[in-house]
């Protein structure tokens, strides 16, 4: 009961852990494949904790299509660097003024990095789950 | 030009579309919009037709992977015309055919995404100028035809007759890429039009011929040249628009293609012409041959179609004797042979076209294609029957129809090979003539087969089909009836198509003649008395003779059938390489995770082993290391101490804990020495891997005391401390050497050139995007591996779904 209640807000944290770990990536420490791999200890977190079918109805997508938007993001800016008419997979960035965030920088990279943490996530998520549910 | 490009990329993205509009435009209404793709390119090029015609071409490049010199660069000239402009006018007509021909009850939406499919990769293989984007495409349209074929998967033969055609055309494929490869090798590009430039170069090398046969084999095994034609039959399992579409009118055209479209570099030497011309010949007499004995009507026209591929290739090996010719009037005369195959082309695909449809028709109204079943339709489908009498006399060759014309211009060219002076070949020039005429007279037999045995002659009792036969609905005849009126349009003004179509396509096959000049023959119906006409007469008498008499020597097709030897042979190889792959398979695999990992580990030391043994200068350099701290020596104390305590733990569970303790070990080491990317990434890991290995407990066997045999301990251990050691040194003697400059510099730079200071990331967000892309590919790949094999693992007694 404890640990359930623990849970649910250290679930959120690492959520934004995993979030600030993708995002800031890109100049500090962090990145695509590790902002994926704590968002998906975090839900790992969380079916260890409650079980499958809760987990389930709290989170109403498939991880497998997650990985597969994750692959789909990776692969498509690739090619849209194509359709620009620069090579395959040419990153560009530009500075942009967001209401929120003030001065930022975006770039295709982050759009490409976010493909990968989505991948990690929605693989490591979909083999954990399918390993566990075997095991009932 | 753009609409090169668009011309290859509209179909694949009408392709990822077609899921998606599907739920608006339900059952074959989704055909509707499919359509529009074919006819807005055919519209599109149709409009650069006159361009072309005064020589003109277009090129749009594209930097695709420019460090590996893969440019995507589209190429418009005559040639890829032709074939673009079948590709999307066949393709208009056949999808508009589809639509009434496929029934609600299909997976249409999967149906027209796979041809949609197809048509991108078939005109990114005419439009290609890249070697290795060719070859992309080339597999490409393999892969698209393999699932048309497959189309109806729950029937074993067309499970059979697909993965048939696949292998014969991706091992073809996989030979022509090795031929790519050499032209790399001796030229230095990849680009078909500096190849062409490079012509004195390429024959002079000593890999001329290893090329030119490889190349020849990727053609041969997709236009389905003899013996690589027994997939072609088996194709036939396709729904029927797809046999009319892929195999008679484009795919099996694109080794028919990549023979003209090569003749610049390899023609002019004498094994280029022996091959093409002679496999060309024996195809085109064994196709007709074998055509005549068939009984269902679209086996019958798959080998018409072999035959008539192999006459068009037969053509091309003529006409590339214009290369080794020095007098002009004797290059004419071989030019001619490569405007009648260009010519053929177009030919065949009308009237073919039209007859794969009409057996669509009968097949889609009655029931059945069998001809000993049919007859007498002609007064029943009276549209039907002409169409089809159209498009079997002009295949059989006869007035007023477009294979008369191409015919004559085939016999023609037969008939100039007495005037080759590059070869001695007396006999030759009269054994050509001779098997052309064999062929054409069995071609006219299989013809009248079509037209006799299944329009006319008595209403077979019992007549079948459940309901009384009608003509089909006219949505249905549109597009053989378009088809059927150009074979009659082609007969009467061929000189059109000749001077806009043809011309510029015949410039791309001789570029060093500089100009349509003389290039393209006038087309007569008529010209005189010469023995081209007496040929058709022999050919018209012959075949009249014999099919009349059929019944009485059809038993000769009991004798000697090569044909299902050939086809036994391929199934005998098929059924020894999966025996003796399951043995080598069963040796290896023995289920133990333990011999798998003393595979790796026996690798992983015989090829470093090897390279060091190679390295001369074992150095190892202390100097400039820095010195061991108390707090290091501790961390490295742990984790040696915990991984030994692994060989000796008790249980599973302690031997994870020490595992786990190994790791965030080494995840404080990388903090200690301040790399906070890898401390944090080791950690994560670390946690997952033990969830996973928790999860994984309930599946393990008990841990047991090891009751291996001595030597087997002996051998692992050995393989262990190898390894260990080969690691230690490596590390080592990378300190002490520095083989290649440091590329640390050069990322000094990366927050400029990728906009970030995060060096690791930039390399792998960037720098080396290629690597991470693939990589996560690899990664869903196994993600999809792991939950396949876990979920869907086959419970006994349950039949498979694809067989039910």
């Known amino acids: 009961m404890i640990l359930q209640t623990v849970t649910k807000i250290v679930f959120f944290i690492i959520l934004t852990f995993g979030v600030e770990l993708f995002i800031s990536g890109h100049n500090n420490p962090g990145g695509g494949f590790i902002g994926g791999l704590v968002l998906s200890s975090a839900f790992v977190l969380l079916y260890l904790v409650y079980d499958i079918e809760t987990v389930h109805r709290g989170t109403p997508f498939d991880f497998k299509r997650v990985a597969a938007l994750g692959v789909l993001l990776a692969v498509g800016t690739g090619v849209l660097s194509l359709l620009f008419g620069v090579p395959f997979l040419s990153q560009s960035t530009r500075e942009f003024d967001l209401p929120v965030f003030g001065e930022t920088e975006l770039g295709t990279m982050t759009i490409f990095e976010a493909g990968v943490a989505l991948t990690v996530l929605g693989v490591v998520v979909t083999i954990i789950l399918g390993i566990s549910e075997d095991v009932e | ?804």
Request: hydrophobic share 55%; net charge positive; with cysteine.
């Open chain 2, 1 to 804: 030009m753009i609409t090169v490009l668009l011309a290859i990329f509209i179909p694949f993205i009408a392709a990822c579309l077609v899921p998606f509009v599907h739920k608006f435009l339900t059952g074959r209404k989704i055909g509707w919009f499919v359509i529009i793709v074919p006819l807005l390119l055919f519209i599109l090029l149709l409009r650069l037709v006159p361009s072309l015609s005064h020589g003109a071409t277009y090129t749009y490049s594209l930097p695709w992977i420019p460090s590996a010199d893969v440019y995507f660069l589209t190429y418009l000239d005559g040639l890829s015309m032709i074939f673009a402009l079948l590709i999307t006018g066949i393709g208009s007509l056949v999808v508009f055919y589809s639509i009434f021909y496929l029934s609600e009850r299909e997976a249409i939406g999967r149906f027209y995404t796979y041809l949609l499919l197809f048509m991108g990769a078939m005109l990114g293989v005419v439009l290609s100028d890249n070697l290795i984007v060719l070859y992309v495409f080339w597999e490409l349209t393999s892969i698209s035809s393999f699932l048309l074929i497959a189309f109806w998967f729950h029937r074993k033969q067309s499970r059979y007759g697909a993965k048939k055609s696949m292998l014969i055309t991706v091992t073809g494929g996989i030979f022509m890429l090795a031929g790519f490869l050499m032209l790399y090798t001796m030229t230095g590009t990849f680009s078909l039009r500096e190849l062409i430039g490079m012509r004195d170069i390429i024959a002079a090398d000593s890999l001329f011929i290893p090329a030119m046969l490889l190349v020849l084999l990727g053609a041969f095994t997709k236009s389905a040249q003899f013996p690589f034609h027994i997939w072609l039959p088996d194709a036939m399992e396709a729904p029927t628009p797809v046999s009319a579409y892929l195999h008679s009118a484009t795919m099996v055209k694109a080794g028919i293609y990549l023979v003209a479209r090569f003749t610049p570099v390899f023609a002019g030497h004498a094994v280029w012409f022996y091959i093409v011309s002679c496999v060309g010949l024996l195809t085109m007499l064994w196709g007709s041959v074998n055509a005549v004995k068939q009984t269902d009507l679209k086996a019958l026209l798959a080998f018409s179609t072999v035959s008539q591929l192999g006459m068009i290739m037969s053509l091309l090996g003529v006409g590339s004797l214009a290369f080794a010719s020095s007098e002009s009037s004797h290059v004419a005369l071989f030019t001619a042979a490569t405007f009648a195959a260009l010519f053929h082309l177009v030919n065949h695909s009308t009237f073919k076209g039209s007859l794969f449809m009409v057996v669509g028709i009968l097949d889609h109204q009655l029931g059945t294609r069998n001809i000993r079943r049919l007859g007498g339709l002609a007064t029943i489908m009276p549209i039907t029957f002409t169409i089809a009498l159209i498009g079997s006399f002009s295949m059989a060759g006869l007035p007023p129809f477009n294979g008369f014309l191409s015919k004559e211009l085939f016999f023609e060219a037969m008939l100039s090979l007495k005037n080759a002076n590059l070869l001695t070949m007396d006999s030759l020039a009269l054994l050509f003539p001779i098997v052309a005429w064999v062929g054409s007279v069995f071609t006219f037999i299989y013809c009248m087969v079509i037209v006799f045995q299944s329009f006319l002659g008595k209403v077979p009792e019992p007549f079948p089909g459940q309901r009384p036969a009608h003509e089909a609905p006219i949505q249905m005849l549109v597009a053989p009836i378009v088809l059927g009126s150009l074979v009659l349009l082609i007969f009467f003004f061929p000189n059109i198509l000749g001077t806009y179509i043809l011309g510029p396509a015949m410039l791309a096959v001789y570029p060093h003649l500089g100009n349509m000049e003389g290039l393209v023959p006038e087309i007569h119906v008529w010209h005189g008395w010469k023995a081209p006409v007496f040929m058709t007469l022999g050919v018209i008498i012959a075949g009249t003779l014999l099919y009349r008499y059929l019944r009485y020597w059809k038993g000769v097709y009991r004798l000697g059938v090569l044909q299902w030897t050939l086809d036994r042979f391929y199934n005998g190889t098929l059924l020894r390489m999966e025996r003796v792959a399951t043995r080598v398979t069963r040796g290896y695999m023995t289920g133990s995770v333990r011999d798998y990992v003393a595979y790796i580990m026996l690798i992983f030391i015989a090829f470093i082993g090897i390279g060091l043994a190679g390295f001369q200068q074992f150095v190892f350099d202390f100097s400039n290391d820095a010195p061991i701290e108390m707090n290091e020596g501790v961390i490295v104390f742990v984790m040696m101490c915990s991984s030994v305590a692994v060989l000796f733990a008790r249980s599973r569970i302690t031997a994870i804990i020490l595992n786990g303790v190994l790791g965030y070990s080494i995840a404080i080491l990388f903090v200690v020495f301040r790399a906070p990317d890898l401390a944090l990434t080791q950690i994560i890991v670390e946690t997952v891997t033990t969830v996973l290995f928790l999860l994984c407990f309930y599946f393990l066997p008990e841990w047991r005391a090891e009751h291996r045999a001595v030597s087997m301990r002996w051998r692992n251990g050995l393989i262990a401390a190898a390894s260990g050691v080969i690691v230690t040194v490596v590390a080592l003697l990378v300190q002490g050497h520095s083989l290649y400059p440091t590329i640390s510099i050069y990322y000094e730079t990366a927050s400029r050139i990728a906009g970030g200071l995060n060096v690791v990331n930039t390399i792998l967000g960037d720098f080396r995007a290629f690597d991470t892309m693939l990589e996560v590919l690899v990664l869903f790949i196994a993600g999809l591996g792991v939950f396949s094999l876990v979920k869907l693992r086959r419970k006994k007694g349950v039949d498979r779904p694809e067989e039910k």
